[in-house]
């Protein structure tokens, strides 16, 4: 009975839930307002997505005639449930560690994908022929950097098991790199670690890898005939799966701790999650143009998956 409790307070409240919510929301705040000044513009507040939330709940739900009105209706419900079980599972150093008895990252690589599965569900189900390509770009770059991760996680759990096999525990990861030092100042690490920075910005979909919600091309693509609750849904999706995607990031490579207060880990999490997000994120968006999607596919076949491959090879050979 108490892990059940235990296991609904991370669901519901902290690290997922609530808390995840909010710090996702404050990331892409933080985001638009950081590229609007790299731009030269004065963009929004901090607080915009916030807002942006509160006036598509009071929006009218519209369903199109043509599309399929129950995978219509469950997509933005399944992409948010999924993410949000996603956030719950992961650790913050040094405050939690997550779900009870779940956190490994093979249950973290399943359920990642599923926003992603979400939007192609979307996309097809719209009725739209907008949502259709954006439902095709979703798939082919989702096979694209599915990849990479996959050896992403492969190299870190083969480190962490050394000779014995590969250690999938997140909880073990980080005791790991508690003893012997962070992954991502580790040699052996660094092109797996390069890799992982490739991956996040074709993940949460932004340039150069935004392709399946192109505005310029496919307005939206599979979001384009969503509204209201089902639309702020979505958005909500997207924050938490920032959160997970950057927290993710910090416990394979950057672990570390700085005090044995938890509520200073916690702001120290936070500012890890920032600095990733504004380097890896903002910064490139700001600078680059949209890829095409098949410039995208070949360009995630040959580095970040080349990279990933690389200190695959090298952990197994014992370097």
Known sequence: MLDLLVGILHLVVFPGGLFALALGLFLKGCDRRVEARLQRRVGPPLIQPFLDLIKL?????????????????????????????????????????????MGDLLVIFYLFPIPAMAIML???????????IGFSREMIMMLAYE??????????????????????SLTKIMDYQAEHGSFGLTPVMWPAFL?????????????????????????????LEYSGVLLAFFHMASALKMVVALALGVVLFFPGTISDIPAVNLVWFVVKCVLFMLLTLTAVKSATGRLRIEQALSFFFKYPTGLAFLSLVLVWIGC
């Open 147 to 168: 990849v990479p991760l996959l050896m992403i996680m492969l190299t870190v759990a083969m480190k962490v098991g050394g000779g014995s096999g590969a250690e999938f």
């Open 57 to 101: 709940s009071a929006k009218e739900v519209i369903i199109p005639a043509s599309a399929v009105r129950g995978a219509f209706l469950a997509a933005p419900v399944v992409a948010l449930g999924g993410i949000a079980m996603c956030a719950a599972l992961l650790p913050v150093p040094g405050v939690t560690d997550g779900l009870p008895k």
């Open 122 to 132: 979307a996309g097809s189900s719209s009725g739209s022929p907008y949502g259709g």
């Open 195 to 223: 890799a992982w920075l490739m991956f996040l910005p074709a993940t949460l979909g932004v340039p150069p890898f935004d392709q399946p919600e192109a505005e310029t091309e496919i307005l939206e693509g599979p979001l």
